[in-house]
């Protein structure tokens, strides 16, 4: 395990994007994209407010599934499915 393997598990757990945690540890993305694959976790790429992913998201909640079920489909962490659909409860 390397030195900031810890930390980018926590971060992708916790809904961070691979650019976002990148930067913040001052490492490539592709060495977080490793450590994605390897622990078989989220990859959390950003999802366009409107666009196909985010609507094809929406419809699987209404459909009954579930934050980690949807997730696991789009490589998201369950926060980061959950900070999606909160910007349509408020509506």
Request: glycine share 6%; proline share 5%; hydrophobic share 30%.
């Given at each position: 395990?390397?030195?900031?393997?810890?930390?980018?598990?926590?971060?992708?757990?916790a809904g961070y994007s691979?650019?976002?945690?990148?930067?913040?540890l001052e490492?490539?993305?592709?060495?977080?994209?490793?450590?994605?694959r390897k622990h078989k976790l989220p990859h959390n790429s950003p999802i366009k407010v409107g666009g196909p992913k985010e609507k094809r998201i929406l419809?699987?909640?209404?459909?009954g599934f579930s934050n980690e079920d949807?997730?696991?489909i789009f490589s998201q962490s369950p926060q980061n499915i959950k900070k999606i659909?909160?910007?349509?409860e408020e509506k």
């Amino acid at each position: 395990m390397t030195k900031n393997e810890p930390s980018i598990i926590k971060y992708l757990q916790a809904g961070y994007s691979v650019a976002k945690i990148a930067s913040t540890l001052e490492i490539k993305k592709s060495q977080v994209y490793t450590v994605a694959r390897k622990h078989k976790l989220p990859h959390n790429s950003p999802i366009k407010v409107g666009g196909p992913k985010e609507k094809r998201i929406l419809r699987l909640f209404k459909q009954g599934f579930s934050n980690e079920d949807i997730g696991k489909i789009f490589s998201q962490s369950p926060q980061n499915i959950k900070k999606i659909l909160k910007r349509y409860e408020e509506k």
